[in-house]
């Protein structure tokens, strides 16, 4: 075991090392050694993809060479791990990874003698990589399997100079999700509460801290969504308490966990929490059905760290009409009761979300509200005529306002075919937004947990996806930066300036 930990460390040691500051003093007895290797290290971290290849099998030799040739680094990595904490964070400094022969062999026979629990080294090892979206070179039915089972694609590259390749963009991609700051604006981890889940722990559902450590995402706005029913006092009280209890629910989840996460208001101390390495956790309310017909309410819930309310789901309310087919005219909007609500949440510093509105509603909002809009998880009618994405008009009018649409992952929404449904045909959807509205006025709220799902993107670790896909076509930085958070930060801020005003 002393072996494997060497080598891991000096993995970890390779991909983190960074030259010392000029302020950095040694003791005197290691003083040259240290300053000599301080010097050594030209540039910090390897401008080149770290690639891993297992160690143990009889052909380390070539595949060290031909990923040499092709631009790589090779990093031996002993196959006999069963430190599982170890693998993840040696995993998250591997670029790509080789799959050998002799790995796969090994792969396979643990397979068919596992059972259930036991902790099997080369097993361990591909999941710490499939968990981070590593790129792997080779295949095998066994990874293919796997790879499907996540609702992943197991990519095959022609040629060590394509892997690499990837490899590099993968590298980069992950570089500038840890420089910016990456927010999800729209998903229902509170949904899963009723089934055990937690912000903490990494479980089937979706969203969580270790998720959003593999896919380096900073923050997520989790929700409070209200179903909708009936108008009458018996179910509009209980969705109020509802509300209010979901609220209060994610303040007590997130506090167990204080050393990686916390609520956050505000952009500032969103990015506050980042600098201190942990996740920020923002709260919405999805449906304003949780406020019944009680304006005090919107003031109650923003001090209980509310920072936007979607004005209705599927299914008329007190407040707009939804787009889902509710009782109302094609014709019918913002109600008298709605009008009050916009003034109050524009007084409030509350961001207004229009996601599942009705046409009518949407532009009565944005006639209404002194503040921009968003739209926190939505897609592109051009592409999908579903009655939840929006149509270039609104696009342009988001964009006239100072708005933001955030695009969504949700097949039945995107898509005539569900089961094609896959990570390129969302971005497709980014891709239009961005080319209607511009690059300011695009984000991303993916609705995890509440249907969001596509292959290759099926929970907060596989968001480092999404900006390989962005790199590939064609956005900069600092464009991918604007998208991953900045335009939907720059509504919130307005927002809640126009609050203090």
Known sequence: MK??????????????????????????????????????????????????VPLGGCCEKDIF???????????????????????????????????????????????????????????????????RNVPVYGSSDLLASIEDGLIRSH???????????????????KALMQRIFVLDSHNDQPCEYREGASIG???????????????YKDGAMVVSWIAQRELDEEHTSKAVKRCEWIIDQVHRDVEKYP??????????EARALKVQGKKALFIGVENGYGIGTDLSLIKKYRDKGMIYMTLCHSGDNAICHTSAGGSHEGDEGVTKFGKKVIKELNRCGVVIDLSHANEASFWDAVRLSKSPI?????????????DRNLTDEQLKALARTGGVCQVYIVSGFMSDDPSKFDI??????????????????????????????????NGDNDMVNITVKLLERGLSEEDIEKVWGVNFFRVLGQAQKLAVK
């Open 201 to 215: 722990l990494r479980q089937s559902n979706l969203v969580s801290v270790p998720k959003m450590v593999e896919g």
């Open 424 to 457: 390129d045909l969302m971005i497709d959807h980014l891709m239009h937004c961005i080319d209607v509205a511009g690059i300011d006025h695009v984000g991303i709220g993916t609705d995890f947990d509440g249907g969001g799902v596509a292959r290759d993107i």
């Open 374 to 386: 968003v739209c926190t998880h939505s897609g592109a009618a051009a592409l999908y005529g579903h």
């Open 65 to 131: 060479e031909a990923v040499t040739k092709s631009g790589g680094v090779p990093v031996g990595v002993p196959a006999d791990i069963t430190d599982f904490n170890l693998l993840r964070d040696a995993a998250a400094s591997f670029d790509g990874f080789v799959l050998t022969d002799s790995f796969k062999g090994m792969m396979d026979a643990e397979a068919a003698d596992s059972t259930a629990g036991e902790l099997r080294p080369a097993l361990e090892l591909i999941k710490a990589v499939v968990d």
């Open 3 to 52: 072996r494997t930990c060497i080598a891991i460390c000096a993995v970890l040691a390779l991909v983190s090392a960074t030259a010392a500051s000029a302020q950095t003093r040694y003791p005197d007895p290691v003083a040259a050694v240290f300053n000599a290797a301080d010097a050594s290290v030209k540039g910090g971290l390897p401008s080149a993809p770290v690639i891993a």
């Open 259 to 268: 050393d990686v996460c916390g609520i956050a208001t505000t952009e500032a």
């Open 155 to 173: 990519a095959q590259y022609p040629s060590m100079d394509a892997f690499i390749s990837k490899a590099g963009t993968y590298k980069k991609a």
